[in-house]
T-cell receptor, first 113, second 115 residues
Framework: DQQVKQNSPSLSVQEGRISILNCDYT??????FLWYKKYPAEGPTFLIS?????DKNEDGRFTVFLNKSAKHLSLHIVPSQPGDSAVYFC????????????FGAGTILRVKS | DAGVTQSPTHLIKTRGQHVTLRCSPI?????VSWYQQVLGQGPQFIFQ???????GRGNFPDRFSARQFPNYSSELNVNALLLGDSALYLC??????????????FGPGTRLTVL
């Protein structure tokens, strides 16, 4: 069962514009959500996270929004840069699951210059 | 400071063989988790080890086993390899075993190909 879903396999955005990556989850026990970025031949790199007690977290060009009632989160990148081109994974965890992260399938972001 | 290191980077095995993958966590990190990433999917949790004890296990068969050593490094063993075991195996380390603001740092992975 896919508890974390990223329904868009890929996204193409013009440099300077906003990139919006979406993620849905089904398990209401999840209380912490993360976004990871992955380049080819490298491991995932932590980007930004949000606790379920918040609805927004911002770090520079990256903002994550959480809508608990809809079980939906999104990552906004503004402005998008060519170096942002990578695979983006949404992940979720729950206190009772310890360190286990449940990942979505990923979205390939291409930023065109 | 060195990040999470994994060895080997690539490995080719044949069906029925066994394989051992190794991971060294970031210095000071006591928790190591293993994930399997099949092409086109996100990483899937296999194991978590903390202070040398198994603290969590994903939905993987008993052919998969792991252990953690006193220096907190870890090995993942897979017996009786199947074609479907071909994947990128990722190791992640963190300070402790709880969730929340306990960020996990991933290594570059070991690419296993089973022929």
């Amino acid at each position: 069962d896919q508890q974390v879903k990223q329904n868009s396999p890929s996204l193409s955005v013009q440099e300077g514009r906003i990139s919006i990556l979406n993620c849905d989850y089904t398990n209401s026990m999840f209380d912490y959500f993360l976004w990871y970025k992955k380049y080819p031949a490298e491991g995932p790199t932590f980007l930004i996270s949000i606790s379920s007690i918040k609805d927004k977290n911002e770090d520079g060009r990256f903002t994550v929004f959480l809508n608990k009632s809809a079980k939906h989160l999104s990552l906004h990148i503004v402005p998008s840069q060519p170096g942002d081109s990578a695979v983006y994974f949404c992940a979720a965890s729950a206190e009772e699951y310890g360190n286990k992260l449940v990942f979505g399938a990923g979205t390939i972001l291409r930023v065109k210059s | 400071d060195a990040g999470v290191t994994q060895s080997p980077t690539h490995l080719i095995k044949t069906r029925g063989q066994h394989v051992t993958l190794r991971c060294s966590p970031i210095s000071g990190h006591k928790s190591v988790s293993w994930y399997q990433q099949v092409l086109g999917q996100g990483p899937q949790f296999i194991f978590q080890y903390y202070e040398k004890e198994e603290r969590g296990r994903g939905n993987f068969p008993d052919r998969f086993s792991a252990r953690q050593f006193p220096n907190y490094s870890s090995e993942l063993n897979v017996n009786a390899l199947l074609l479907g075991d071909s994947a990128l195996y990722l190791c992640a380390s963190s300070l402790d075993r709880t969730s929340g603001y306990n960020e996990q740092f991933f290594g570059p992975g070991t690419r296993l190909t089973v022929l």
